[in-house]
C-alpha cells in the first residue's frame, strides 16, 4: 500500500509559528512505525512559511512576498531539521523535494521528479515535498498543498492521500459556527451540494481550508484514488486509516465499471 499524508501548518505548529512538538514528535513516530509495517509513505509537508514567521519572530504571517519568501527560506530548513532529528530516532532517511507549479506541468521535468520520487521509494527513503515557496508566487505557483498533495498523490499512483488538518473532516456546515453541523464520514460522489461546502481558509498561518481540501478530493477520485481529511491534533488516527477505520471523511475514487 502506497500512501501520501499531507500535513497541514495548523497541525505542525502553534499558531505563533513556533513548533508543535507534541503533534510532530506523534507524527514522525507512528509514520515510522507504518512504514516499518510495510507502508510506503510519501509526505507533503506544509509549514515553511509558518515556521518561518516563528523562528524569525515575525508578529504574523508576513504578507508582503519577498517577507513571506524570506520567511519560507528560514522555515524550511527548520522544517527538514525537525523531520530529520526525530525521523532519525527511528532508523529512517528523510529526503527534500521542493517543487513549483512548472516542475508539475513540464512533461520532461515531471518525469524526472517522478523517477527520483521512485527511486527514494526503492531506497526506503520518505520523500519530503512542499512547494518551492521561495521562488514560486502566487501567479505562477501551486498555491496551496492540498492541491499539491493531490497532483502528487495521483502521479505516483498512490492508493490514498491523507489531508491532515485541524479540522475532523467535512462539516453539513461551518463547526465554529452552527451548533447542528454534523461530520460527514463518506463522500462517494461529488456533486454541487458536497463543492459548495467548501468555505474559505480560517488557518493564520496555512494557506488551504475546505475549498481547496476539496478540490483536491476531485483531483484524486477522478484519478481513482481515495482521500481522507482527518484531524492531525491526533495523529494516531493514520493508524485507524491504516487498519481500514471509519476516521474523518472519506471520499471514494470514481471506479470505473
Ligand atoms: N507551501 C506553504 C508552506 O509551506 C504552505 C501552503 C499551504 O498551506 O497549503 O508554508
Redesign the pocket.
Same mark, same amino acid.
Given at each position: 500500500m502506497k500512501i501520501v499524508v499531507k500535513i #497541514?501548518?495548523s497541525t505542525l505548529a502553534y499558531s505563533s509559528g513556533r513548533l508543535n512538538i507534541r503533534h510532530t514528535e506523534e507524527l514522525c513516530k507512528i509514520i515510522s512505525d507504518l512504514k516499518n509495517s510495510g507502508i510506503e509513505v510519501i509526505m507533503v509537508s506544509? #509549514?515553511?512559511? #509558518?515556521m518561518g514567521t516563528g523562528k524569525l519572530s515575525l508578529k504574523e504571517r508576513p504578507s508582503d512576498m519577498p517577507t513571506k519568501q524570506a520567511a519560507?527560506a528560514v522555515?524550511q530548513c527548520e522544517l527538514m531539521y525537525t523531520y530529520d532529528k526525530l525521523f532519525s530516532e527511528y532508523r529512517h532517511t528523510v529526503a527534500q523535494i521542493l517543487v513549483t507549479a512548472e516542475d508539475i506541468q513540464h512533461p520532461q521535468r515531471h518525469k524526472n521528479f517522478s523517477n527520483t520520487l521512485n527511486r527514494l521509494l526503492e531506497l526506503g527513503v520518505i520523500p519530503i515535498i =512542499?512547494?518551492n515557496?521561495t521562488i514560486a508566487t502566487e501567479e505562477i505557483g501551486v498555491g496551496? =498543498?492540498?492541491t499539491l498533495a493531490a497532483v502528487i498523490a495521483t502521479s505516483a499512483k498512490a492508493d490514498l492521500l491523507v489531508l491532515l488538518s485541524d479540522i475532523d473532516g467535512l462539516y453539513t456546515a461551518n463547526p465554529n459556527t452552527d451548533k447542528n453541523a454534523k461530520l460527514i464520514t463518506e463522500v462517494r460522489e461529488l456533486d454541487d451540494k458536497i463543492m459548495a461546502l467548501g468555505g474559505k481558509s480560517s488557518s493564520k498561518l496555512?494557506?488551504?481550508g475546505m475549498k481547496t481540501k476539496l478540490s483536491a478530493a476531485k483531483i484524486c477520485t477522478d484519478a481513482g484514488c481515495d482521500m481522507i481529511i482527518a484531524n492531525g491534533a491526533d495523529p494516531s488516527v493514520l493508524y485507524k486509516i491504516a487498519d481500514g477505520k471509519q476516521a474523518g471523511t472519506r471520499f471514494y475514487a470514481k471506479r470505473n465499471g
Amino acid at each position: 500500500m502506497k500512501i501520501v499524508v499531507k500535513i #497541514g501548518t495548523s497541525t505542525l505548529a502553534y499558531s505563533s509559528g513556533r513548533l508543535n512538538i507534541r503533534h510532530t514528535e506523534e507524527l514522525c513516530k507512528i509514520i515510522s512505525d507504518l512504514k516499518n509495517s510495510g507502508i510506503e509513505v510519501i509526505m507533503v509537508s506544509s #509549514g515553511s512559511i #509558518g515556521m518561518g514567521t516563528g523562528k524569525l519572530s515575525l508578529k504574523e504571517r508576513p504578507s508582503d512576498m519577498p517577507t513571506k519568501q524570506a520567511a519560507a527560506a528560514v522555515g524550511q530548513c527548520e522544517l527538514m531539521y525537525t523531520y530529520d532529528k526525530l525521523f532519525s530516532e527511528y532508523r529512517h532517511t528523510v529526503a527534500q523535494i521542493l517543487v513549483t507549479a512548472e516542475d508539475i506541468q513540464h512533461p520532461q521535468r515531471h518525469k524526472n521528479f517522478s523517477n527520483t520520487l521512485n527511486r527514494l521509494l526503492e531506497l526506503g527513503v520518505i520523500p519530503i515535498i =512542499n512547494e518551492n515557496d521561495t521562488i514560486a508566487t502566487e501567479e505562477i505557483g501551486v498555491g496551496d =498543498n492540498d492541491t499539491l498533495a493531490a497532483v502528487i498523490a495521483t502521479s505516483a499512483k498512490a492508493d490514498l492521500l491523507v489531508l491532515l488538518s485541524d479540522i475532523d473532516g467535512l462539516y453539513t456546515a461551518n463547526p465554529n459556527t452552527d451548533k447542528n453541523a454534523k461530520l460527514i464520514t463518506e463522500v462517494r460522489e461529488l456533486d454541487d451540494k458536497i463543492m459548495a461546502l467548501g468555505g474559505k481558509s480560517s488557518s493564520k498561518l496555512g494557506t488551504g481550508g475546505m475549498k481547496t481540501k476539496l478540490s483536491a478530493a476531485k483531483i484524486c477520485t477522478d484519478a481513482g484514488c481515495d482521500m481522507i481529511i482527518a484531524n492531525g491534533a491526533d495523529p494516531s488516527v493514520l493508524y485507524k486509516i491504516a487498519d481500514g477505520k471509519q476516521a474523518g471523511t472519506r471520499f471514494y475514487a470514481k471506479r470505473n465499471g
